[in-house]
Every structure is written in structure tokens, then in C-alpha cells.
């Protein structure tokens, strides 16, 4: 081996270098007014649109998130079934992406221009989803409405304002960027207008997460600091989202089949009592470390490791009343309570009396309702969380069945058995 490097290996080092320095000069050096460099990868992720379920329940969640609810101006089965067409041709269009059409200059735009010449679909999940004033307030759908779908009842805790409540019709946006779920809410807003008055909307976002040194990435954190999403079921096992998440059986109408009960709750967090909680007060309430996300009869676990409450009886590691053992007691008989949960952190501003407008926008899906998050917050009642958190907002929706084809469209079913009655 030679000490030295020849003449040729220098002289080609010495081109090399130069070439990169030549190259680097070239690139323009960022401005002030720069948009961020995006992922072309991400902008161009694309979920199926088609199929036995609607996207956007079990599918991933993206970082960001919006939930919009509507009150529905539909006088007939015909106006029903008009406003379902058309919110499918948009949702199959939206979330899958493609160029903008030219009109004439003189008549307004095909699109709000917010993504582009070119919409890129960004991983646009849109879930619609049906409240129990639809089927209420309208006698050719007596009879229609889904078995346990009823309207948002006021728990002990909760101090809901009349604004950010209900609705006869919800839709759940979720994209890697915010701009292209607004971009999909004003195409909506716009294109629908004849049947859908916008009642209220909560945007939110779900932090990323560096993955651990065995690759896999751990719950995201919510503002009050602990990951939120432990012990949740594995959405990838499908028997399990077939007992836990789709609706089936006799005892609901034959046209919601396949469907879902989602639950949002606007979950107000007040931040700044918590941030004056001691570390170990906040860890009681919620049964867990609040840095690894492990339960506290484990501390040098994860957060996938379960409690073992028959360990302790008294309540001496966990207690009681902590969120993670009322929410589920791992019986036997809490294994029926079993929900899907796909929140997003939310940030509104500062209130009137100086706080910040910080906390959950809670978003859950569950086969049955009154079994699901019904009974888990009746649990819930009174815990010592409440001091730190309250519900202003939210309702209850039934998520329609997927849309199998071209041909096919959101809530084919119902309007035909509507039609038949």
C-alpha cells in the first residue's frame, strides 16, 4: 500500500471538490419569503378511496386533523340522496388528486387555488358521518336511524357551549399539512352549499415522533405531556376492528352495516393549573410515568406494557380512581368497552379571562355507542382529572359504510331504504 496518494488521485479529488463547491455556489441562497421545502413523497401519498369501510377510521392518522359539523338542508329523500352523490364525487376527487380545471376567466375558479394548479392528495382521508337530528327531524327516515345513535348528552364535568355542539352531519379531514384539509373543507363548503351549513370546526395536529432504537414510534403527547394513545386497540387486526369498530348484527338496520359510531369531544385542557401540578400528583391521576408513557406498577416498562391491577387490590401503585384503571379496568366485563381512539391536539387562541384555548380534540370509533364511550366516561365520572379538563364541545355521529366502487356512493343504502318506507 503506497504512504501516499498518486498525482492522478489528487488531481481527481481536487475536480471533485471543486465541482461540489461550483454546485453549491449555484444554488440560490434561501430567502425570507421562502415556503419550506415540502416532501414531494408526502404530498403525493394517496389512501384508497374504495372499499368495504370509509378511510379515515382505522387508516393511520396523518399529523393533521380537522372536524366540521353541519346542519343539513335536505327536505326530501331526493335532496338526501342529491347531497350524498355529490359529497362522494368530491371526497373520491379530493382524496385522490389531479389537476385543476381552466375555466372561463370571466366565471369564479373550479378551485380555491390554496394547493396549486395540481391538487395532491397528501394522504386526505374525508369521513362522513351522520347525527341523530337528521334522522329525528325527518319523518321519512323514521325508523332508519342507527341502533345506539343519539344526541350528545352533558356529563357531570362537562360546561358545553351551544355553538361547538351537534350536528346532523359530521366530516373528518385528515392530511400530512393542514392547508390541503382546509383546502377539501372550502371545496366542500362551496360545492355543497345548496344542502350543508357549516355549524362548527375544530382544526388540530398530532406532533411526529422521532422512533425509538428498535424502529417502532411511540404515542404521540398531548398538552398535558403524556402520550396519548397507550393501550389502544391494534387497528391492524382486522377480527378485533371487526368486533371493536364496525357495526354488525340484527340489531342494527340493514343499510349500517359495516359502519361506525364516532364520537368527538372538544376536551378543554387548563394548562396552566397543570403546569403547576407536582410531577408525581400528575402521574397519580393518570396512572402512568409521564416520560416513558409506562404504567406505574411497571416504571421501567413502556407504554405497550399492561397494569396489573389484580396485583394490587387497594390501589397502593394504581389508584382507584386513576384515568387508566376507571377507563379500563381490564375485566372481563370492560373487554365490550373497548374503543378505537384518533385524537389530535388542538390550540384556539386565549380565552376572555387570559388562558390559553388548549386540549384535546377527542375523536373515538366504537361498534356500539351506549357500550363504548358511553359506559367508559359514565366510569369516568368524578375522577380526579376533571379538575384539569373540560368538555365545551363535540357530538355524536354515525359513520356511514365505504363506498365500493365508482358506481356506488356514500349512503347508497340508506336512501334506498328510505325509499322503500
Known amino acids: ?137 325527518r319523518p321519512w327516515l323514521a325508523g332508519l336511524k342507527p341502533a345506539t345513535l343519539q344526541r350528545m348528552a352533558q356529563f357531570p364535568n362537562d360546561a358545553l357551549e351551544p355553538g361547538l355542539c351537534h350536528g346532523d352531519l359530521s366530516i373528518q379531514f385528515c392530511a400530512n399539512v393542514q392547508d390541503t384539509n382546509l383546502h377539501a373543507l372550502r371545496d366542500i363548503v362551496k360545492t355543497c352549499a345548496e344542502f350543508l351549513v357549516l355549524r362548527w370546526m375544530v ?94 406498577d411497571q416504571p421501567g416498562a413502556t407504554e405497550h406494557h399492561a397494569p396489573d391491577f389484580t396485583a394490587d387490590p387497594e390501589g397502593r401503585v394504581t389508584s382507584h380512581d386513576a384515568h387508566i384503571r376507571l377507563a379500563n379496568p381490564r375485566d372481563a366485563r370492560s373487554q365490550r368497552n373497548l374503543m378505537l381512539r384518533r385524537p389530535f391536539n388542538y390550540s384556539r387562541g386565549v380565552l376572555k379571562n387570559g388562558q390559553l384555548d388548549q386540549g384535546l380534540l377527542f375523536i373515538c370509533y366504537q361498534a356500539d355507542l351506549e357500550a363504548g364511550f358511553v359506559a367508559v366516561q359514565n366510569r369516568l365520572n368524578g375522577e380526579p382529572l376533571e379538575e384539569y379538563v373540560k368538555p365545551v364541545g363535540g357530538g355524536y355521529f354515525f359513520a356511514l359504510p365505504g363506498v365500493r366502487d365508482d358506481a356506488d356512493y356514500l349512503g347508497r343504502a340508506l336512501v334506498d331504504a328510505a325509499r322503500r318506507t
Open 203 to 296: 382544526e388540530g395536529n398530532v406532533p411526529p415522533v422521532i422512533p425509538d432504537a428498535g424502529g417502532a414510534t411511540p404515542s404521540a403527547r398531548n398538552f398535558l405531556g403524556f402520550r396519548d394513545g397507550s393501550a389502544n386497540p391494534d387497528s391492524n387486526d382486522a377480527a378485533l376492528m371487526d368486533r371493536v369498530v364496525w357495526t354488525a348484527g340484527p340489531h342494527e338496520p340493514d343499510w349500517a352495516q359495516g359502519g361506525s359510531y364516532q364520537v368527538v369531544r372538544i376536551i378543554r385542557n387548563m394548562v396552566e393549573r397543570w403546569d403547576r401540578a407536582p410531577l408525581a400528583e400528575q402521574e397519580r391521576i393518570f396512572g402512568r410515568t409521564k416520560m416513558t408513557g409506562a404504567p406505574l
Open 1 to 137: 500500500m503506497r504512504p501516499y496518494p498518486s498525482r492522478r488521485e489528487v488531481l481527481l479529488a481536487l475536480g471533485a471538490s471543486t465541482l461540489a463547491l461550483a454546485t453549491h455556489a449555484q444554488e440560490p441562497a434561501p430567502q425570507v419569503s421562502d415556503a419550506p421545502p415540502a416532501n414531494a413523497g408526502a404530498a403525493a401519498q394517496r389512501v384508497p378511496f374504495h372499499g368495504i369501510h370509509q378511510a379515515g377510521i382505522t387508516t393511520p392518522r396523518p399529523e393533521n386533523g380537522i372536524v366540521a359539523a353541519f346542519d343539513v338542508v335536505a327536505t326530501s329523500v331526493d335532496d338526501l340522496e342529491r347531497m350524498l352523490r355529490l359529497l362522494t364525487d368530491r371526497a373520491r376527487l379530493l382524496t385522490q388528486g389531479g389537476p385543476v380545471p381552466d375555466l372561463d376567466p370571466s366565471l369564479p375558479p373550479a378551485d380555491s387555488g390554496l394547493l396549486g394548479p395540481i391538487v395532491m392528495p397528501g394522504n386526505l382521508t374525508i369521513t362522513v358521518a351522520l347525527g341523530a337530528s337528521l334522522f329525528e327531524n
